[in-house]
């Protein structure tokens, strides 16, 4: 016997729906984070510490812009 049939059509219409009104913009940003916590040690926290983990957040998020800025800028001289 199944006690869960799980979602119903609608249900998945709606997900659906969902997901392709933010699919773009979920998949930039989570492209950033994974490059954050690839390159850029976050997967950890190296301070403990709410204000010295947020500067550490916010100097990948810098780091992270300089070296996009970079790239898109030698993609458009090219």
């Known amino acids: ?4 049939p799980g979602p119903g ?3 998945l219409a709606r997900l659906e729906a969902h997901n392709a009104a933010v699919r773009r913009v979920l998949c930039r940003i989570e492209k950033a984070f994974g490059t954050w916590k690839r390159s850029y040690g976050l ?3 190296r301070w403990i510490g ?3 983990a947020g500067l550490q957040v916010r100097l990948a998020a ?3 812009n300089l070296r996009r ?4 800028l030698h993609g458009a001289a090219a």
């Open 1 to 4: 016997m199944d006690r869960h």
């Open 9 to 11: 059509p609608d249900a």
């Open 69 to 72: 800025t970079v790239t898109l």
């Open 62 to 64: 810098m780091a992270y």
């Open 43 to 45: 997967r950890r926290m």
């Open 50 to 52: 709410l204000a010295k």
